[in-house]
């Protein structure tokens, strides 16, 4: 991706501060976490990526990148004065623990306000200035991304793994206090919580970098309408994405295409399992493979919820919890480019049961899914070749 390799090249060479030696970041070593029992000592390592979700070095390597960002627009009137490895700290405190604002408050030592502003502020600024860093490659970027997959099963062409989860959000919804009389009903207001959810569908390449996520869709939605729905469908369709010649097996044209789970339509571009095998089949042989290969979006999606704000309702309001979850995302990937596994997780379970009750029951076969199940077909009969040959040679 023309985006990480840009950034990865910019590791070594990102300017620093002249003072970023003494702006560390600033906690009292004396209060611990009443959510972990430890203190989020710097140089304790341990601590530090639980309280930040990274190494020291990709915390510094942030504060070099973000700096300029962070300390600009302060609140009208209301300079922060607030070094930006403070600013950065207590963002990335929120997003990686999910703390309140109010114990986030005590912990740094700022007032609540400045909680708020600083962990917004990082939300907004990764969102809107770094983007690039979650970006589909260009056509003459994804060989390395398929001869990857191909690696793993040997079916040619696939460009990446599809797969949504729904993160809860926590509304606020203003309600009438009723009296014990049951008098001027509706003369006090009152917050009250409900949940709601929001959908993140992403697409990740076989090492669970994030290419593509599309968020924002309340959780009532299905798999499939979401798809159809976002913007990667429509490139995709539109021919903007994954436009390369198709590759041949027999005969087949096989396209460049996406491997998901049945809650998506099957498409020629968006390879699915087939439902109940029969036994011993080719079938169940391309099944058996295309669950590895889906099995990297699987660990995105759970790595995704090691951030503590998605671990939980997000208690922000929507716009402010999407912007969460592409913050995690954009996050994700540059722990990855850092080599920084800290947040990665090793869970490849393969059902994301948020996802499974939202399923789109009601797509209608028409010819674009036969001609799906046609390529569909002459992969799985790539597969059933590769394992006799594997077989035949031991």
Same mark, same amino acid.
């Given at each position: ?91 990335? *405190?929120? /997003?990686? @623990?999910? =703390?309140?604002?109010?114990?986030? $408050? ?6 609540? %306000? ?52 729904? *993160?809860? /959000?926590? @509304?606020? =919804?203003?309600?009438?206090?009723? $009296? ?6 509706? %003369? ?207």
């Amino acid at each position: 991706m023309a985006a990480i390799a840009v950034a990865s090249k910019s590791v070594s060479g990102t300017p620093k501060s002249p003072n970023s030696k003494r702006k560390r970041l600033q906690l009292e070593p004396e209060q611990t976490s009443v959510e972990t029992g430890l203190t989020p000592n710097p140089l304790n390592t341990a601590s530090f990526q639980l309280f930040f979700r990274m190494n020291a070095s990709t915390f510094e390597w942030l504060v070099g990148m973000l700096e300029p960002l962070l300390e600009c627009r302060d609140p009208v009137g209301s300079p922060l004065n607030l070094a930006a490895p403070s600013r950065l700290g207590i963002g990335l *405190f929120r /997003l990686a @623990t999910g =703390s309140s604002y109010k114990h986030i $408050s005590a912990r740094f030592g700022v007032p609540e %306000s400045t909680a708020r502003f600083c962990s917004k502020q990082l939300c907004r600024v990764l969102c809107t200035n770094f983007r690039f860093w979650v970006a589909f490659p260009a056509p003459s970027e994804l060989n390395p991304v398929m001869v990857d997959f191909e690696a793993i099963g040997g079916l040619p062409h696939c460009c990446g793994a599809i797969d949504s989860t729904r *993160f809860k /959000l926590l @509304t606020k =919804s203003n309600s009438p206090i009723r $009296s014990s009389a049951d008098k001027d009903v509706g %003369s006090e207001i009152e917050e009250e919580e409900e949940e709601d959810s929001v959908v993140a569908q992403i697409v990740v390449d076989s090492w669970s970098r994030i290419l593509s996520i599309i968020t924002g869709f309340h959780g009532d939605k299905g798999d499939a309408r979401v798809l159809r729905s976002s913007t990667l469908y429509k490139d995709v369709e539109e021919g903007k994405l994954m436009n390369l010649p198709p590759r041949y097996l027999k005969g087949v044209p096989i396209p460049q295409y996406l491997v998901g789970d049945n809650g998506y339509p099957l498409l020629p571009w968006l390879m699915i399992p087939y439902t109940e095998p029969v036994a011993s089949s080719c079938e169940e042989d391309f099944n058996a493979i295309h669950e590895l290969m889906r099995r990297p979006a699987l660990r995105t999606l759970a790595s995704l919820r090691n951030w503590g704000i998605l671990a939980r309702p997000i208690d922000e309001e929507f716009k402010m919890g999407v912007a969460c979850i592409g913050a995690c995302a954009i996050l994700h990937n540059v722990l990855l480019m850092r080599e920084d596994y800290t947040s990665l997780s090793d869970d490849y379970s393969l059902h994301d049961q948020s996802s499974q009750y939202y399923r789109d029951a009601s797509i209608e076969e028409c010819f674009i899914e036969r001609k799906a199940s046609v390529v569909r077909r002459a992969l799985a009969g790539r597969v059933r070749e590769a394992r006799n040959s594997s077989q035949s040679a031991s």
